[in-house]
């Protein structure tokens, strides 16, 4: 039997005290399950951002997707998790990734490591994490033991097998940098290809994951061929790859069409790849409300 659907937020621009909690509340009312924070240099800091979340609201759980884990030391990040979790009343769920954008590393004055090096801190970061929580006098403690729920993000052979073996959310971003760090939009057969070989590297898990997708664009229409360009192009931060229309439409990270037609293509989604934790960007949080409405309970 299918997991019932699951939907996040993620919020992108930084505000000031009450316009940030106005907009957690809103999340909280549109029905949003999961409110979360990415970790970018032009973006909100993640940790204090999801400890006035968790002030505002009562529900939603609380996530970071996903941390540069290059950005962070493990014994820190232990710390920065531990406390936040007993601040956020064990709400927080950690995502974390191996980054991708070299500039924030340069500005940061930080390493950025080849791709394999980038993997090996992930790993690094996960293990020691579950070190330090697993001995008697590291404090602070999580709430949530052994820890909060762990996410990873990442398309890779490499970080789908950490995935397997650590995370209890695999994420899919649906696409992979190009040499600027732009993310370059998986066919829907290519991510058949991803989500396959992290199952095969899952196989032997005693209890499978809860598999994660990121949505870039939601435009609610009645016309979706007329809409599908104009839509992909107002997303300056990602790379469309030269496509024909009927891919395009079929791109798995993007819901162009009415509420049923969306809330259709995210079942037709959960059973193909899997897919039952559905994360949409800020700028969508309000259009793709009815779309939770319509799915509530699935």
Not at 43 to 50: E, K
Not at 168 to 194: H, N, V
Not at 222 to 246: F, G, H, Q, V
Request: proline fraction near 8%.
């Amino acid at each position: 039997m299918a997991r019932p659907f699951r939907f996040g937020v993620t919020l992108l621009t930084p505000a000031a005290s009450g316009q940030w909690r106005e907009k957690c509340r809103t999340a909280e009312m549109l029905g949003y399950d999961v409110i979360t924070v990415a970790d970018h240099l032009n973006r909100p800091a993640p940790f204090p951002a999801l400890v006035a979340a968790a002030d505002a609201t009562e529900r939603p759980r609380l996530g970071t997707y996903v941390l540069d884990s290059g950005f962070w030391n493990p014994t820190l990040l232990a710390r920065e998790v531990a406390t936040t979790d007993q601040l956020t009343g064990g709400r927080l769920e950690l995502g974390l990734g191996t980054g991708y954008l070299k500039w924030e590393h340069d500005a940061a004055g930080l390493p950025f490591g080849t791709p394999g090096e980038r993997v090996t801190h992930l790993q690094r970061t996960i293990d020691e994490l579950d070190r330090l929580y697993g001995l008697d006098d590291f404090v602070p403690q999580p709430l949530q033991r052994p820890r909060p729920p762990l996410l990873v993000g990442g398309n890779g052979d490499r970080v789908l097998k950490l995935t397997a073996r650590h995370a209890e959310i695999a994420s899919f971003t649906g696409g992979r940098a190009d040499p600027t760090g732009k993310p370059i939009m998986l066919t829907a057969a290519q991510l058949d290809e991803r989500v396959a070989a992290y199952q095969r590297f899952a196989a032997d898990r005693a209890e499978p994951a809860e598999l994660n997708l990121l949505i870039y664009t939601v435009v609610v229409t009645d016309n979706r061929r007329a809409a599908l360009r104009p839509s992909l192009d107002t997303m300056p931060y990602l790379t469309i790859p030269d496509l024909t229309e009927d891919e395009a439409l079929e791109l798995p990270t993007s819901l162009i069409g009415t509420v049923r037609q969306m809330a259709d293509q995210l079942r037709a989604q959960r059973e193909r790849y899997g897919f039952t934790y559905i994360t949409v960007v800020e700028p969508a949080m309000e259009a793709f409300a009815p779309v939770i409405e319509e799915l509530r309970g699935e």
